[in-house]
Structure formats: structure tokens, C-alpha cells
């Protein structure tokens, strides 16, 4: 049987876990859907995206309704991921995938270690 379609049951675990924490999981979603034989620039990082703002919205959502949110600090960060996602977006589409690739890893092994 193919892997793709195990991918829906990992995906809600990942979602599961991550909303958890307050993120989406497209640094899980990426990954799992490129190694699974999708177009990293046209298909997996775009899907990964959507995932990310289901699971995000749904996270938001919950915090918000139980008062856990910062507004003025949120309203900072949503401004800046604003401005300069279109230029990450660009980006993906531009560069190399290996470079992408590699810029990804090095920025979720970063985040691994700090967490660690």
C-alpha cells in the first residue's frame, strides 16, 4: 500500500501534538509530504501552509477564547510574518530546493537544540 495514505493519521497526531503547543506543524508537515514524492516548491510547502493555518487557527482559537493571548505582542509578530512571508514565499520559488532544504534543517535543528 502506498504511504500517502498514512499520512492523514500522522498528520493528526502531528496536529494534535503542535496545537498543543501553540504552532502549526508545518515544520513536520514539509518534510513528511516532500518525502513522500511531492514537488517541494509547488506542492509541499504550499500544502504544509494550509495544514499550518488549519491547526494554527484552531489552536488561536482556543487560546484566545480562554484569555491566554497577548494581544499587543501578537499584533507585533502579525504584522512582521505579514511583511516578510511574501519575501520567504518568493524565496521558495527562487532558490534552489536543495538550498531550501538545507536553510530548513539548519533553522529546525536550531529550534530543536534551544528546546532541548
Given amino acids: 500500500?502506498?504511504?500517502?495514505?498514512f499520512a492523514p493519521?500522522?498528520?493528526f497526531g502531528i496536529s494534535l501534538v503542535f496545537s498543543m503547543l501553540g504552532t502549526g506543524g508545518a515544520v513536520l508537515y514539509t518534510p513528511i509530504l516532500y518525502w513522500l514524492g511531492m514537488d517541494f516548491a509547488s506542492?509541499?510547502?504550499p500544502l504544509g501552509m494550509v495544514l499550518n493555518v488549519v491547526t494554527s487557527s484552531s489552536a488561536a482559537f482556543t487560546y484566545t477564547r480562554e484569555n491566554l493571548v497577548d494581544w499587543r505582542v501578537a499584533a507585533l509578530f502579525?504584522?512582521?510574518m505579514?511583511?516578510?512571508?511574501?519575501?520567504?514565499?518568493?524565496a521558495t520559488l527562487t532558490l534552489p530546493t536543495n538550498v531550501v532544504i538545507g536553510a530548513f534543517a539548519?533553522?529546525?535543528?536550531?529550534?530543536a537544540a534551544l528546546m532541548v
Fill in 43 to 45: 506542492q509541499a510547502v
Fill in 82 to 90: 505579514m511583511v516578510v512571508a511574501p519575501v520567504g514565499a518568493f
Fill in 106 to 111: 539548519v533553522f529546525t535543528a536550531g529550534a
Fill in 1 to 5: 500500500m502506498d504511504l500517502i495514505y
Fill in 9 to 11: 493519521i500522522a498528520f
Fill in 78 to 80: 502579525g504584522v512582521t
